[in-house]
C-alpha cells in the first residue's frame, strides 16, 4: 500500500518554509512587485510552500509567476531564444530545439521512486530510500537556479470541473520546458484555487537543467515522490525527463486509481479517438501502445481526435466507461510521419499557420526541418541532433548518422488538426466503448482479435511486447510492456493488474455500455509469414479498416470466428471494408497470411508471460487461468491441424464443436 504525506517532505525539508505567513515573506522578499502581486491570488498553503521551499532551494536570481496570458507565453518564448534554449526558424511560428546528444530519451537509469520503508515499488522500476533521496536532492539542486529565472505555471492536467482532472504546477528554470507546458496542458492560474480545493489534491514539479553540459548527465536524476506527489529533475532537457506533468503526474495518477479508487477509476498510456460508424454514430476508442509504436497514427486516423498519449477512465453513474486527455497538445515521434499515413499532421508541420517547437530533427541550409521517413526528397547537409550533418556521415562506431534522431519529437497544440474533436475540452469526458492492446510484434499475433470477455482483455493489456525504442537512453532488444504503461507503474504490478481486473470487471458497467477490448498488430513482416523480406505485412493505412471492423463489432455488424486467443473477422467482412474505406484490394491468400495462428510463435509468448509473472508477488490468478486456457485450446489446434492454423480450419474445428 502507499501511504500519502509519510516520511519528510524534501523540498520543505531543504528550503525549511513551514508556514503560510513565512512563505508570503519570503515572496514579498524576493519577488518583484508584478510577480507578488500574481502569487497573492493564490491562496492554498501547500502550493504556496511548495513554491517557496522551491525558491529557497534553488536559489534563482528571479522569479516568473506564469499567468498563462498572452504576454506571459510571449515572454516565455522570447526567454527561450534569448537563453539559446530554441532558435526560430523560417516559418513563423516554429523553433528548434536540441538536447543534448548523449540524452536523448528518458533517463531511465537515473529515475527513481523515493520509497520509505517496506514500502514496494514495482519490479520494473528503480527506487532510492528517501534519506537517501534527501541528501542527494540537497546536494544536487542546492543553487541549481542561481542565474536563471525560475518560472511557475499552474494547470490542469485535463478540462477545469472533470471529476478525472489534476491540478499541477511546474516550477522549471528551463523556457523550452514552459513553453512546452503552455502548449501541451491547460494553464488555469485564475482557477487553480478552487481546482485543488474541489478536488484535495495537486502535483508539484521542480526541475533544474543545471549548466546544460554532457559532463554533468551522469549526475541527472529524476526523483519521484510519491507521499508528497512531487518530482525532482536535475541536470537534464529532453522533455520526457523534464516535463515531469507529462509522465512524472502520470506515475502519480496511476498511483491514485491504484491506492485510492481501485476498480473505479484508470490512469492509461492511451490514446482516445472517434470513429465514425453508420447513421452517422461516433464510438470512442481508447488505445495503449509504448511510444513509438503507432500510438498517434492510430489516433490520426479516427475521424474526431482528442488525444495521442495518456487518458484517465472512470466510471460514471449510468454505467459508462468515460476518459479525458489530460493534454491538449501534442509531443510527438516525427519518424516515419509523411503524407501518406499522417496527411493531417503533416499539413500543420509544413504549413504556416500553427506553433511547433521541433526536437532533435535536422535543419537543412534554408532553416526547413528533416526527418527520417517524411517521404520527401532528403537534403545534402544540414545541422542535426549531432552537430553538422552532410550525407554519407557515419559515427565513432561506423554506422551511418540519420537524418533526424529516432527520437526526434513536434510539439503543437491539438486544435490545429482538421480532425480536432472539441469534446477534449469536456469535463464529462467521451463515452468509450473499445479498448485497444499493441506493441512491435513482428511474428506472432494476427492484426486484431477481440477478448471474449473483460478478464481476458485485461491479459490482452497484461501481455504486450515491444521492440525497444529509442524513447529510453540505452533500450535494445525486445521486451514485455505490460499495458505500455510498465514505466509508469509506480507500485507492484499485482496491485496495478488487480485494479486492471477490477475496474473492466466492475457490475456497475451497465451491459450496453460493456467494452469490446482487442489487441491490435501492425508489426507483422512478410518474413514471420512465409516470405524473405522483413518488410511490415500490410500497409500503415490499413489501421483505418482494424479500427472501423473493431466499431462495427461493438454493434454486432460484423461475423466473427471464435479462436483461443479471442475473436478474428471474417473474409468476407475485411474484403468489403478493404474497398469501402482504403479503396484496396484484399485478397483471401493475404488475408489467410496475416489472420493464420502460428502456433509454436503464440505459446512460446505464453509462456514468456507465465514465466515472467510467475516471479512477481501476489500476481492475480485470473491471469494464469487465461493464459493456460488458451494455451490449451492452441495446443489442441495444433494436434490436429498442425503448427499453423488457418482461419478456415478454425471454423471448420468450431463447426464439429457445435455439430
Request: hydrophobic share 35%.
Amino acid at each position: 500500500m502507499l501511504t500519502k504525506k509519510k516520511g519528510i517532505d524534501i523540498v520543505q525539508e531543504i528550503g525549511g518554509v513551514k508556514t503560510y505567513e513565512s512563505a508570503l515573506k519570503l515572496f514579498e522578499k524576493r519577488l518583484d512587485s508584478e510577480n507578488f502581486s500574481r502569487i497573492s491570488t493564490i491562496k492554498h498553503e501547500g502550493v504556496l510552500l511548495k513554491i517557496a521551499n522551491s525558491i529557497v532551494m534553488c536559489q534563482p536570481d528571479s522569479i516568473f509567476i506564469n499567468a498563462g496570458t498572452e504576454a506571459d507565453r510571449q515572454y516565455i518564448r522570447d526567454l527561450a531564444i534569448k537563453n539559446g534554449e530554441e532558435a526560430k526558424l523560417p516559418m513563423k511560428g516554429h523553433t528548434i530545439h536540441y538536447d543534448l546528444k548523449e540524452e536523448q530519451g528518458r533517463i531511465t537509469d537515473r529515475t527513481y521512486y523515493i520509497a520509505n520503508e517496506g514500502e514496494e515499488i514495482s519490479s520494473l522500476a528503480n527506487k532510492t530510500l528517501r534519506d537517501e533521496a534527501l541528501k542527494d536532492i540537497r546536494d544536487k539542486m542546492t543553487g541549481i537556479m542561481r542565474g536563471k529565472v525560475m518560472i511557475t505555471g499552474f494547470y490542469m492536467r485535463g478540462p477545469v470541473g472533470s471529476p478525472m482532472s489534476n491540478p499541477a504546477i511546474e516550477i522549471t528554470s528551463s523556457a523550452y520546458v514552459a513553453h512546452s507546458a503552455e502548449i501541451l496542458y491547460r494553464n488555469a492560474f485564475f482557477s487553480f484555487d478552487n481546482e485543488v480545493k474541489r478536488l484535495g489534491h495537486f502535483y508539484a514539479n521542480i526541475h533544474s537543467q543545471g549548466k546544460n553540459r554532457a559532463e554533468d548527465l551522469p549526475n541527472a536524476r529524476v526523483y519521484m515522490d510519491r507521499s508528497y506527489q512531487t518530482t525532482y529533475s536535475i541536470n537534464c532537457t529532453y522533455a520526457g525527463n523534464t516535463l515531469l506533468l507529462k509522465k512524472g503526474n502520470h506515475r502519480f495518477s496511476v498511483d491514485k486509481a491504484v491506492y485510492e479508487n481501485r476498480g473505479g477509476e484508470l490512469s492509461e498510456h492511451m490514446f482516445i479517438t472517434g470513429i465514425e460508424g453508420s447513421g452517422g454514430r461516433v464510438s470512442w476508442f481508447a488505445g495503449a501502445a509504448p511510444s513509438g509504436c503507432g500510438k498517434t497514427t492510430t489516433a490520426m486516423a479516427g475521424h474526431y481526435f482528442i488525444g495521442d498519449d495518456l487518458a484517465q477512465l472512470w466510471i460514471d453513474e449510468k454505467g459508462a466507461i468515460r476518459s479525458i486527455n489530460p493534454e491538449c497538445g501534442i509531443f510527438g515521434i516525427v519518424e516515419d510521419v509523411n503524407m501518406e499515413g499522417d496527411p493531417k499532421l503533416m499539413v500543420l508541420l509544413r504549413n504556416e499557420g500553427t506553433e511547433v517547437i521541433w526536437s532533435n530533427v535536422l535543419i537543412d541550409e534554408n532553416g526547413v526541418p528533416h526527418w527520417t521517413g517524411n517521404g520527401e526528397e532528403p537534403p545534402v547537409k544540414g545541422f542535426n541532433f549531432q552537430g553538422p550533418w552532410e550525407k554519407g556521415i557515419i559515427d565513432k562506431n561506423g554506422k551511418p548518422v540519420p537524418i533526424s534522431h529516432p527520437n526526434a519529437r513536434a510539439t503543437l497544440t491539438s486544435k490545429a488538426l482538421a480532425n480536432y474533436s472539441p469534446k477534449n475540452e469536456d469535463p464529462e469526458g467521451v463515452i468509450t466503448r473499445v479498448f485497444t492492446y499493441s506493441g512491435r510484434d513482428s511474428d506472432t499475433m494476427p492484426p486484431v482479435r477481440v477478448a471474449k470477455n473483460s478478464d481476458y482483455g485485461v491479459v490482452i493489456g497484461a501481455s504486450i511486447v515491444s521492440a525497444a525504442t529509442a524513447t529510453e537512453v540505452g533500450a535494445t532488444g525486445v521486451k514485455r510492456a505490460p499495458w505500455a504503461n510498465a514505466p509508469f507503474i509506480p507500485g507492484s504490478l499485482a496491485d496495478y493488474m488487480d485494479a486492471q481486473f477490477l475496474f473492466f470487471g466492475n457490475k456497475k458497467i451497465a451491459g450496453e455500455h460493456k467494452p469490446v477490448m482487442a489487441g491490435l498488430n501492425y508489426f507483422l513482416t512478410e518474413k514471420a509469414r512465409g516470405g524473405t523480406s522483413n518488410k511490415l505485412l500490410g500497409e500503415k493505412r490499413d489501421v483505418k479498416v482494424w479500427l472501423a471492423w473493431l466499431e462495427r463489432r461493438v454493434y454486432n455488424e460484423v461475423g466473427v470466428i471464435e479462436t483461443p486467443i479471442g475473436e478474428i473477422p471474417r473474409y468476407e467482412d475485411l474484403k468489403e471494408m478493404f474497398r469501402e474505406i482504403i479503396k484496396k484490394d484484399y485478397p483471401e491468400s493475404f488475408y489467410v497470411k496475416q489472420f493464420s495462428l502460428y502456433v509454436d510463435n503464440i505459446i512460446a509468448m505464453i509462456d514468456l508471460q507465465i514465466n515472467a509473472y510467475g516471479k512477481e508477488k501476489n500476481i492475480p490468478g485470473k491471469l494464469f487461468e487465461v493464459l493456460n486456457e488458451q494455451r490449451g485450446g492452441l495446443q489442441n489446434l495444433k494436434q490436429i491441424f498442425g503448427p499453423v492454423v488457418t482461419p478456415a480450419d478454425i471454423l471448420k474445428h468450431n463447426t464439429s464443436l457445435t455439430a
